[in-house]
Each structure stands twice: as structure tokens, then as C-alpha cells.
């Protein structure tokens, strides 16, 4: 079946994970040592037990509020998100940007993202009108992209078919697993390259890989 719609990941995909990292391990830790009296690297390694301890499959792990009433911090998501984007830089993936610019003359693009949407608006800002559509699986639809029926729910509000969807991105559960599991084309992207599982012709190292292999 032709490709209609091109899917992407946005962290770690189309932009890296410095904005997150510095959320998650920068920001979110220092007040945690500041309410606790403890220092950063303490307080680093204690929510990071945390972080685990709840996992990257549950909900509550994507979303700012819950861990700040389990941390009983008074400041709030969004005003430290406004203090990261000051003295932030947007690192959007050199190879994301080209061949996002590439694609949208040809197909829907649209972004299946597991970010809470706070976190979009600004992650993608540089990029967001080249895509149809941005889901914030969190926001939009209460689930993880460890559900199917994320695409599912994404697949029939576009009115489509798996088939002329593609899919990439850089978890191998939530990014390749599950949609292919659903006849999605899926591409897994291993930006470090690292040792990885799978069918070599769906593993790719830079998304320009794509432009190639897409039907
Ligand atoms: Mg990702």
C-alpha cells in the first residue's frame, strides 16, 4: 500500500532530549534539594529511583503535575518550563529538519508523541506548521504509546489504514513494536548506534534513511 501519512517520534527523533533532560535531571532536582536541604547529586539520584520505580510505561511518569505533588514542591510545571525556555536552545536533529521538509510536499506529516503537551509547544515550535497534525498521546488521549490503541485511535481520526502509515521513531516497544504489530511500516531509529535487535532494513541511523525506503 502507497504511503500517505509519515509518522514521527518527537524526543529523540526530531528534536534531542536536552530540553527534557533539563526538566527532568536538572530543573525538577534542584528544587527537590532545595525543599530537602540536600545537594544536587543527592537529590539527582533519589528522583531518578523515583523516575524507575513508576517507569516510562505508566502514565504518571510523563506528567510534570503528578511529580510535583509527590514531591510537594510548591513551584509549578509550567513556570519552570518558562525558565528552561529562556536560556534554552531548540535542538532540532539536523537530518529531522531536512527531511521533514522533504516529505511535507508529498505526504501528511503528523507527530505521535508520548511529551505531555507543554512540553511540544515548545519542543516543536520551530517545526510544528510543517505537520498536519501534532498527538500528545498524554494530553490528547490519557495513554502511552504502549497501547495500541493509540495508533488505532490516530489511524481512524485520520481516516486511514496502517498500511499507508509510517511510522519512526526512537523507542523499540513504543515506536516499533506496537505499530508494527498493527501493520504499520515502522522504522526504528538508533541514533547512537547501538547494538540492536530487529530487521537491519527497519533499524536506521539517520532519517534521511527513509527517503529512500519509503513507498
Ligand atoms: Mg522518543
Known amino acids: 500500500m502507497k504511503t500517505e501519512i509519515v509518522s514521527f517520534d518527537a524526543d529523540g527523533t526530531v528534536v534531542d532530549n536536552s530540553f527534557v533532560n533539563e526538566f527532568w535531571f536538572g530543573e525538577l532536582p534542584r528544587l527537590y534539594a532545595q525543599k530537602q536541604g540536600i545537594n544536587l547529586e543527592q537529590a539527582v539520584e533519589t528522583l531518578s529511583t523515583y523516575y524507575d520505580q ?28 518558562k525558565k528552561i525556555k529562556k536560556n534554552h536552545d ?7 529538519i531536512e527531511v521533514i521538509n522533504k516529505l511535507n510536499r508529498q505526504y501528511k506529516l503528523i507527530v505521535i508523541s508520548n511529551s505531555p503537551r507543554i512540553f511540544l509547544d515548545f519542543s516543536l515550535k520551530e517545526v510544528e506548521d510543517k505537520f498536519d497534525k501534532i498527538y500528545s498521546c498524554v494530553s490528547d488521549f490519557g495513554m502511552v504509546k504502549k497501547d495500541e490503541r493509540v495508533y488505532k485511535r490516530v489511524i ?9 502509515v509510517l511510522h519512526v521513531g526512537d523507542h523499540w516497544k513504543f515506536d516499533y513494536k506496537v505499530p508494527k504489530s498493527l501493520g504499520i511500516k515502522t522504522f526504528f531509529i538508533n541514533r547512537d548506534n547501538n547494538t540492536q535487535p530487529g530487521e537491519d532494513s527497519e533499524v536506521i541511523t539517520d532519517l534521511r534513511e527513509i527517503l529512500f525506503a519509503i513507498t
Open 54 to 81: 513508576v517507569g516510562d510505561e505508566d502514565l504518571r511518569w510523563y506528567q510534570p503535575g503528578y511529580w510535583f505533588e509527590e514531591f510537594g514542591l510548591s513551584d509549578n510545571p509550567t513556570s519552570v518550563i
Open 90 to 96: 531548540l535542538n532540532i536533529y539536523k537530518d529531522a
Open 156 to 164: 481512524e481520526e485520520l481516516e486511514t489504514d496502517p498500511g499507508k
